[in-house]
């Protein structure tokens, strides 16, 4: 079942905090990344300790914002959740690579200072992905009248978790997912740790039920995909394995 939301949260590093203010400040993506990557637990830190503690420890660095998977997991996402501002975060470059002379003006220049820089061919390319999820009925449902890019925070077993909804709406959370393989998306779920996600998430958003809507990259398929209570139980199951992996070996 779900919990309560507290008001108050200690974090891994011992700090109390109330949860008012780091959710406010977990909308600042150098802090949602960098240093709640390691005062909290999460679900790709899940992963990490399931891997074993030299795994974990070698991945609480603070994260690259500009690697590749991240930057464009940013760009799809605001290109679907948040299309009203995406001028506001990016100015594009008409640029064939980042090496291209054009492009390093721009990261230069003063013009463009407080956006992120990207190549005009990714956000066509971002667009495409975007079409393809609008143009399914089933999706476009899913991401109608709902709150976006919510951040969360509460207590699991007795430890910090954060996380960032994609979409909440109803009773529901709906996060958005690329592949390069959809038809193997049951055996991919759970190899990258999708069904912990899904439990952590409904724990500690207070929602009832995780959707998936899966795109692929290479031939924009969608599908969307409910997390059973099976799947929802293994990610349970996941949790409490990295947790006792982190206070056996680091503790709390």
Same mark, same amino acid.
């Given at each position: 079942?779900?919990?309560?939301?507290? *008001?108050?949260?200690?974090?891994?590093? =011992?700090?109390?905090?109330?949860?008012?203010?780091?959710?406010?400040?977990?909308?600042? $993506?150098? #802090?949602?990344?960098?240093?709640?990557?390691?005062?909290?637990?999460?679900?790709?830190?899940?992963?990490? !300790?399931?891997?074993?503690?030299?795994?974990?420890?070698?991945?609480?660095?603070?994260?690259?914002? $500009?690697?590749?998977?991240?930057?464009?997991?940013?760009?799809?996402?605001?290109?679907?959740?948040?299309?009203?501002?995406?001028?506001?975060?990016?100015?594009?470059?008409?640029?064939?690579?980042?090496?291209?002379?054009?492009?390093?003006?721009?990261?230069?220049?003063?013009? #463009?200072? =407080?956006?992120?820089?990207? !190549?005009?061919?990714?956000?066509?390319?971002?667009?495409?992905?975007?079409?393809?999820?609008?143009?399914?009925?089933?999706?476009?449902?899913?991401?109608?009248?709902?709150?976006?890019? *919510?951040?969360?925070?509460?207590?699991?077993?007795?430890?910090?978790?954060?996380? *960032?909804?994609?979409?909440?709406?109803?009773?529901?959370?709906?996060? !958005?997912?690329?592949?390069?393989?959809?038809? $193997?998306?049951?055996? $991919?779920?759970?190899?990258?740790?999708?069904?912990?996600?899904?439990?952590?998430?409904?724990?500690?958003?207070?929602?009832?039920? #995780?959707?998936?809507?899966?795109?692929? *990259?290479?031939?924009?398929?969608?599908?969307?995909?409910?997390?059973?209570?099976?799947?929802?139980?293994? =990610?349970?199951?996941?949790?409490?394995?990295?947790?006792?992996?982190?206070?056996?070996?680091?503790?709390?």
């Amino acid at each position: 079942m779900p919990i309560p939301t507290p *008001k108050e949260i200690k974090l891994l590093d =011992g700090t109390d905090w109330a949860v008012s203010d780091l959710i406010e400040k977990m909308y600042d $993506n150098e #802090f949602y990344y960098g240093y709640l990557n390691k005062a909290c637990l999460s679900s790709s830190s899940c992963k990490k !300790l399931l891997e074993g503690i030299e795994s974990y420890q070698g991945s609480r660095e603070p994260l690259d914002s $500009n690697a590749k998977p991240l930057r464009d997991g940013r760009l799809i996402h605001v290109s679907l959740l948040e299309q009203d501002k995406l001028d506001d975060y990016y100015h594009f470059v008409d640029a064939s690579t980042r090496r291209n002379k054009a492009y390093k003006e721009a990261i230069a220049s003063d013009d #463009f200072q =407080g956006k992120e820089i990207m !190549l005009l061919k990714e956000k066509v390319w971002a667009k495409g992905i975007i079409d393809a999820v609008l143009d399914n009925p089933t999706a476009n449902a899913l991401f109608k009248d709902a709150d976006f890019e *919510k951040p969360g925070i509460g207590y699991i077993q007795g430890l910090p978790f954060r996380g *960032k909804a994609d979409c909440l709406r109803d009773d529901r959370i709906v996060d !958005l997912k690329t592949t390069s393989d959809i038809d $193997n998306w049951d055996y $991919n779920m759970y190899y990258y740790g999708y069904d912990a996600q899904a439990y952590i998430y409904t724990r500690i958003f207070n929602k009832k039920s #995780f959707t998936f809507v899966i795109v692929d *990259k290479k031939t924009l398929q969608v599908k969307t995909y409910d997390a059973t209570e099976d799947d929802i139980e293994s =990610g349970k199951e996941k949790v409490s394995e990295a947790i006792g992996c982190y206070i056996a070996n680091i503790g709390f």
